[in-house]
Each structure stands twice: as structure tokens, then as C-alpha cells.
């Protein structure tokens, strides 16, 4: 087997070579290498070749019969017609249909925020202002086999803004003392959110630089991301625990097809 391998590499090699050889050798000796002028000409065909054209189409049309043989030309149409089905079939394999998926996250009214380090519930004195703490929702298992899908998705970071700093008359309504939730994944391709700036309250993805003021709705202000980080409503509940009041305002993650 190893010598017919050899001998096959071997005399592909060699007719690559000639095929080669022969086609410098045709450049260089047979084919003429002096310059021709080709003037530019109307590129439309004169009335007459049109009237040619058509006529010969009617001609071939005629003597295909085609018009005569209805069930020839009907089931001709029928299959043309049919073909684009195939595609459809093609795309079913690719899944079942995401419906509600990508549009909901964990978040609900009444879940308490969890702090992910300490993985214990977060209290409005937890959030110190100049730090970004991330959370996820309570009831959230680490161990389930959808953790990180719904991680993914949930992902939430929080910062301590004073209540006058925040431009947004809506964003300060669904903050709870100056604290602000926003989804942790960036609007462009989806990455995790991760440095602060505390004097300007700017939030950077480490993916492309993508820059949001969390003091304004989470707006962009730099960088590819074409729209603001969902936001998530939150406020205390008796055991005073942060907890949510909602899901986010609005699908979280990249750009989510222009948010169609
Ligand atoms: S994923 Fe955040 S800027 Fe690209």
C-alpha cells in the first residue's frame, strides 16, 4: 500500500509538473504577445437582432409544444413551484423554534438577588459605592445541567449611584436608593461586562471596548454595541433583601436581532 501511495504521489507530482511546464511554454513561445486594441461598442443589440431573438423564441416554444400539452406543462410548473420546499426541510434540522426563550430570563417579580461570591442574599448596605457586584437569581442551582444557559442570560451587575447623579428620570424610578441592576452582557456579541469606572460611572467590555454610563441608562458611548443594557427594576422585600420586581425591561444579549 505504501508503495502504491508513493507511486501515486509520485506521478501526480510529476503530471502537475508537466501541466505546468506546458502552460509556461505555451505563454512564452505560442501565444502572441503583441498588444490588441479592442474598441468598446454598444453593448445593445440593434432592433433587428431583437426582433430575431423573439422570433426565434416564439419558433422554439411552438415546436416544443409546450402550449398544446397542458399536463406536460402543468406538472413542469407544479415541480418548479415545489422545489423552495426543500429548503424548509432543510431548516427544521437545524431545531425547534426558540419561541419564549430568548425573550425571558429567571428574573420574576419577588426573586431575591443573589450575590455571586458569597452566593448569599444581597442587602442594599452589600452594595458600597465604586464597587460593581454581580448577582444571579435565587433559586438559581450552580450544580443544574441548564446553569450556565440560564446564567448566561440572568446575569445581573449592580452599582451604588447617588440618586442625583442618575440622568434617567425612569432609570432612577426602577433603582432602589441609588442602586442600579443591569444585565452583565454586553449588547454587541454578548460578553460578560466587567470594569468600572467609578467617577464616571462607565461600564467597559473587555471584548471590543464597548463603554455604557451607568448613570444613563446604560446608554453606549462607545464602541460597536448598538444598543443600552437592559435594565431590572429591584427593591427590598420584608426580610430586607434586594429582590427584583420584574423581568428586564427589555431581551437581553446581542442586540437580539434589533430587538425585532
Ligand atoms: S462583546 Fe462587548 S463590545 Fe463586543
Known amino acids: 500500500v505504501s508503495a502504491l501511495n508513493f507511486s501515486l504521489g509520485l506521478t501526480l507530482g ?124 435565587e433559586g438559581l442551582d450552580p450544580e443544574a445541567h441548564d446553569f450556565q444557559t440560564q446564567m448566561g442570560k440572568a446575569a445581573l451587575m449592580l452599582v451604588r449611584i447617588e440618586p442625583d447623579d442618575i440622568k434617567d428620570k425612569r432609570q432612577r424610578d426602577w433603582a432602589h436608593e441609588g442602586i442600579v441592576a443591569f444585565s452583565k452582557v454586553c449588547t454587541h456579541v454578548g460578553c460578560p461586562i466587567s470594569l468600572y469606572e467609578q467617577q464616571t460611572h462607565h461600564v467597559l467590555c473587555p471584548c471590543h471596548q464597548s463603554t455604557f454610563d451607568l448613570s444613563d441608562g446604560a446608554r453606549v458611548i462607545f464602541g460597536p454595541a ?29 442586540a437580539f436581532w434589533e430587538r425585532g
Do not use: Y
Request: charged fraction near 20%; glycine fraction near 10%.
Open 14 to 137: 510529476a503530471a502537475l509538473f508537466f501541466i505546468g511546464a506546458g502552460a509556461v511554454h505555451w505563454a512564452r513561445t505560442l501565444m502572441s504577445d503583441v498588444e490588441v486594441a479592442d474598441d468598446r461598442h454598444p453593448i445593445e443589440a440593434t432592433p433587428e437582432v431583437k426582433a430575431q431573438v423573439m422570433a426565434d423564441f416564439a419558433a422554439g416554444a411552438a415546436e416544443s409544444a409546450i402550449g398544446r400539452r397542458k399536463l406536460i406543462r402543468n406538472t413542469m410548473f407544479g415541480a418548479l413551484a415545489l422545489v423552495p420546499l426543500s429548503g424548509v426541510v432543510l431548516l427544521r434540522d437545524l431545531g425547534p423554534l426558540p419561541e419564549k426563550k430568548l425573550r425571558k430570563t429567571l428574573w420574576a417579580e419577588g426573586k431575591q438577588l443573589i450575590n455571586m461570591n458569597t452566593m448569599k442574599p444581597l442587602r442594599p448596605e452589600h452594595i458600597t459605592v465604586g464597587s460593581l457586584t454581580f448577582a444571579m437569581p
Open 226 to 254: 448598538g444598543h443600552p443594557l437592559p435594565q431590572l427594576r429591584i427593591g427590598v422585600n420584608s426580610e430586607g433583601n434586594l429582590e427584583a420586581l420584574g423581568d428586564f425591561d427589555e431581551p437581553v444579549g446581542a
